[in-house]
């Protein structure tokens, strides 16, 4: 089955900084690749998504990157700022009515 | 955009009683619904799969005969935590697939905490 493993676990960076957290994914066939930010005690958010028929995708201060060969995607963050703070999960999907795979989450601090 | 509701948002209960959660999809309909389990500073640990109308797939190593799960229609997956034990205290989020569209984007409830004694 899929297996999503996330990188690094945690990652402090100054306010201002760029934050860049990495997933890789073992199932080829997976064909969305969604980022979740979940602040303390509540819900995660879908702050991203990206279909694997394209290779960028960008809102605002958010991108992501997916490299189909690699089986590689990342989330990147510019001019990071204090309520950026919170645990990022990628995942990986199928679509459809198979399941959606997270990665471990990182814990994003952002000092300000 | 899609939203996702839970009750009850907490619960305490006594050892050996039954707690029922419910998760609704309030402005879409979901033809997949998902039951997580998260445990304090981890990721989503995915408990089961249900789709309306049909048995809900368990994934390994999560008892099917202690977390019931029924998705009578495609606004409404519940869950039911059976004979709680202290070890079943957690925080039980479900989401929703939007059945249209791509019909891949999960939009998550607000979660459960569950605190059994």
């Known amino acids: 089955g899929e297996n999503v493993e996330q990188h690094p676990s945690t990652l402090s960076v100054q306010e201002g900084d760029s934050a860049v957290i990495k997933c890789t994914y073992s199932?080829?066939?997976?064909?969305?690749f969604p980022w979740y930010k979940q602040e303390l005690g509540k819900r995660p958010q879908l702050i991203i998504d990206i279909r694997s028929n394209v290779g960028e995708k960008k809102d605002q201060r958010i991108a992501v990157t997916l490299n189909k060969t690699a089986k590689h995607f990342s989330l990147h963050i510019t001019e990071t700022q204090p309520e950026d703070s919170a645990v990022y999960f990628c995942?990986?999907?199928?679509?459809?009515?198979?399941?959606?795979?997270f990665g471990a989450g990182t814990r994003l601090f952002v000092k300000a | 955009g899609a939203v996702v509701s839970q009750h009850p948002s907490w619960v305490i209960c006594k050892s050996g009683t039954s707690v029922k959660i419910e998760c609704r999809s309030l402005?879409?309909?979901?033809?997949?619904m998902f039951w997580y389990r998260q445990f304090p500073k981890q990721s989503l640990m995915l408990m089961a799969t249900s789709n309306e109308g049909s048995k809900a797939t368990y994934e390994q190593g999560v008892e099917k005969d202690k977390f019931l799960i029924n998705h009578a229609s495609l606004t409404l997956s519940t869950l039911t935590v059976t004979s709680a034990h202290p070890e079943d205290s957690s925080f039980y989020i479900c989401?929703?697939?939007?059945?249209?569209?791509?019909?891949?984007?999960?939009?998550f409830g607000p979660g459960t905490r569950l605190l059994v004694l």
């Open positions: 402005d879409f309909q979901a033809t997949t």
């Open positions: 199932d080829s066939a997976s064909n969305y």
């Open positions: 989401s929703a697939r939007d059945g249209s569209g791509h019909g891949e984007t999960q939009y």
């Open positions: 995942a990986a999907s199928m679509g459809g009515g198979f399941k959606t795979i």
